[in-house]
């Protein structure tokens, strides 16, 4: 079951707006909107901050943002802060199980 | 307030049997899915199986069908992952994390359980 593709880094300075891309097949990203990202802190466990695409939960900053199309999902960070240095990961559904994308460390410069 | 706290680190020789566990507290365990997430040391997240509570139906991806068991106990509101024979490259955290049936995002996240297989 292969892994949704992610660029393996994306760094960007302080305030700027980095994406990060997601790609699948039409299986998955291309079949449901059910993507979801998730952000990791070294040692800590992922945390959902985008969900349904482009869904935000509670408490989660509004300078994340998810959109699709067709096949490729996106996470776009706008103002990019310190502490959003993190490993990302894309999850879509898959016919009854999920998967997730290799996952993209963020660096700010 | 929905938790989910896993079990402690373990140490373990291959070929030796482990269990983990996952206990969530706050909610329905019935009305929820319980998923388990290997992270081999450096590497990505990678998708186990699922079990729901309500009927106990467990799902496999491929690559770990066969390889484990996963199972749980909704009177203690507990999900389990074993391994009969462990082999060093079970070596890994094990996340468990939650989702209410219906949603497709997990929200609520163990703390994760070490497993290191070393003779």
């Known amino acids: 079951q292969s892994a949704l593709t992610q660029p393996a880094s994306v760094s960007g300075s302080p305030g700027q707006s980095i994406t990060i891309s997601c790609t699948g097949t039409?299986?998955?990203?291309?079949?449901?909107?059910?993507v979801s990202w998730y952000q990791q802190h070294p040692g800590k466990a992922p945390k959902v901050i985008i969900y349904?695409?482009?869904s935000r939960p509670s408490g989660v900053s509004n300078r994340f943002s998810g959109s699709k199309s067709g096949s490729t999902a996106s996470l776009t960070i706008s103002g990019l802060q310190a502490e959003d240095e993190a490993d990302y990961y894309c999850n879509s559904y898959r016919g009854g199980l999920y998967v997730f994308g290799t996952g993209t460390t963020v660096t700010v410069l | 307030e929905v938790q989910v706290v896993q079990s402690g680190a373990e140490v373990k020789n291959p070929g030796e049997f482990l269990k983990i566990s996952c206990q969530g507290s706050g909610y329905n365990f019935a009305d929820y899915w319980v998923g388990w997430v290997r992270q081999m040391p450096g590497k990505g997240l990678e998708w186990m199986g699922l079990?729901?509570?309500?009927?106990?139906?467990?799902r496999y991806s491929p690559s770990f069908q066969g390889q484990v068991t996963i199972s749980g106990d909704k009177s203690i509101n507990t999900a389990y992952l074993q391994w009969s024979s462990l082999e060093a490259s079970d070596t890994a955290m094990y996340y468990c994390?939650?989702?209410?049936?219906?949603?497709?995002?997990?929200?609520?996240w163990g703390q994760g359980t070490l497993v290191t297989v070393s003779p």
């Open positions: 349904g695409v482009s």
């Open positions: 994390a939650t989702t209410r049936d219906g949603n497709t995002h997990w929200d609520n």
């Open positions: 079990f729901y509570g309500a009927n106990s139906e467990t």
């Open positions: 039409g299986s998955d990203i291309g079949a449901y909107n059910y």
